[in-house]
């Protein structure tokens, strides 16, 4: 079976640029997580959906973070514009959807902010 | 305030060795879940365990087991007869259900050196 799929798995781009990152959930999962890991602050959890609805938002640092879930097998998470203490790896998660439901990560992306 | 701390910044261990990783937690939730998570240098990260907050019984899957203690709310992880393989990091986390279980508190991690 086929786990959380992300991509690109590596992004370098220039301040300034508009970054989407894409996710493609386990099948048959409900929710869907992002996550962000610095060396600073560690693993944070940015944003997840239930059921394609935002339920939890407090985590994306600002408005040039923005997420999407415009269906159950496809997600988005846009940062515009780009700076460099954006750089960081960026990871999926998808879980069941049930309460406290085993989260299941995706390889990551490793972006890059120049 | 629900946290987790790995007290454990780096271990070194030569193989064979047995090792235990610390994790302790914090919470005021009576409802709640604990994950080790493991990241080799690869990058990514791999489940290994969740244990609920109602069940303290130790588990054990091959040569990992986790002993889990309310009384000091710790989370301990240990690996018996390391491996070279087993060199990664290691998270340990929470989550509430008075998040609706969404929320995944991670530990800071733990650094695990097997040298051959």
């Known amino acids: 079976d086929a786990g959380v799929i992300q991509s690109p798995r590596h992004e370098v781009t220039e301040m300034g640029q508009e970054v989407t990152l894409r996710c493609k959930p386990i099948?048959?999962?409900?929710?869907l997580f992002w996550y962000r890991q610095t060396m600073m602050r560690g693993l944070e959890l940015l944003i997840y959906?239930?059921?394609?609805?935002?339920?939890?938002d407090s985590g994306m640092p600002e408005d040039r973070f923005s997420a999407k879930m415009p269906n159950a097998s496809f997600s988005t998470l846009k940062i515009q514009p780009s700076e460099p203490r954006d750089s960081a790896v960026y990871f999926c998660?998808?879980?069941?959807?049930?309460?406290?439901?085993?989260?299941?990560f995706g390889p990551g992306t490793r972006l890059t902010v120049l | 305030a629900q946290k987790v701390t790995q007290a454990q910044t780096e271990i070194s261990v030569v193989e064979k060795e047995d090792v235990t990783l610390d994790c302790v937690y914090e919470?005021?939730?009576?409802?709640?879940?604990l994950f080790w998570y493991k990241q080799p240098p690869s990058g990514e990260l791999v489940f290994l365990i969740r244990?609920?907050?109602?069940?303290?019984q130790n588990e054990i899957s091959g040569r990992y087991s986790w002993n889990f203690q309310k009384s000091t709310s710790s989370f301990n992880f240990t690996i018996t007869a390391s491996q070279v393989v087993d060199s990664a990091v290691y998270f340990c986390?929470?989550?509430?259900?008075?998040?609706?279980?969404?929320?995944?508190?991670f530990g800071q991690g733990t650094e695990l050196s097997v040298k051959p």
């Open positions: 998660a998808s879980s069941l959807g049930a309460i406290l439901d085993t989260q299941y």
């Open positions: 986390a929470l989550s509430e259900a008075q998040n609706q279980g969404g929320k995944l508190i």
């Open positions: 959906f239930n059921n394609n609805v935002p339920i939890d």
């Open positions: 099948s048959g999962h409900n929710s």
């Open positions: 244990r609920n907050s109602f069940d303290e």
């Open positions: 919470t005021r939730d009576t409802t709640y879940y």
